[in-house]
């Protein structure tokens, strides 16, 4: 008669996927959907995590401790790692906020106290250890070009406003772009505001 194997329980699916993991990477729990049901997933990683072989980031996401060979600390992810991945796993876009982009392009010295991301998904807070981040959903206007040069500029320019802009930011954004990225630029859907102070001389 043949026999059969039965399969190994999640608890250990779980432990082997774990293993293979980079250890300091972030990961979210959805990654482990197809080994079980929610429920016995959530347990067995409750279980690594009492353990101490995996800790958990933020809500949903978890890594395996990573520590300094110098200081011996446990080293967390960056906010922008965690941000990419949790955007990635929504398909949501990201975009560098107005006031990262108009620093970037030398129209402000002002650093953000907390980063702060565009999103075309919902609004929302989250900490990383003693970090804090901040999506801020924005409309697809605002979203083009998300995370290139010309993006930035979009950004940047919706940031300044059509009171607050100058004839010297408008010359900064223009001077760092090449010629192909203005006339991508220009290819934008813009308010008309926005297109008049590109176009001036």
């Known amino acids: 008669m043949a026999r059969y194997l ?27 959907a197809e080994l079980g049901t929610s429920a016995a997933i959530s347990k067995a990683v409750a279980q690594l995590v009492r353990r101490g072989e995996l800790e958990r980031v933020c809500r949903g996401f978890y890594m395996r401790p990573k520590y300094s060979q110098y200081t011996g600390r446990a080293m967390r992810p960056g906010p922008l790692d965690l941000v990419n991945l949790i955007a990635k796993q929504n398909r949501w876009t990201l975009q ?32 990383v250890g003693k970090a804090h981040i901040r999506l801020v959903h924005a409309a697809p206007m605002v979203m083009q070009r998300a995370g290139t040069k010309i993006g930035m500029a979009i950004s940047a320019l919706f940031y300044l406003g059509k009171g607050g802009i100058t ?35």
């Not at 250990?12 to 482990?32: A, E, N, T």
């Not at 813009?190 to 176009?199: E, F, G, H, I």
């Open 167 to 201: 004839p010297e930011d408008v010359a900064l954004v223009k001077k760092a772009l090449s010629p192909e990225e203005m006339n991508k630029l220009l290819a934008c859907r813009m308010p008309k505001w926005m297109r008049m102070a590109l176009a001036a001389k």
């Open 96 to 127: 560098i906020h107005g006031a990262d982009a108009v620093r970037r392009f030398g129209l402000s010295t002002q650093m953000p106290v907390i980063p702060i991301y565009y999103t075309s998904g919902p609004s929302r807070s989250m900490s």
């Open 6 to 32: 039965s399969e190994p329980p999640v608890s250990q699916l779980v432990m082997q996927r774990v293993k293979q993991l980079r250890k300091g990477r972030p990961f979210s729990i959805r990654d482990f």
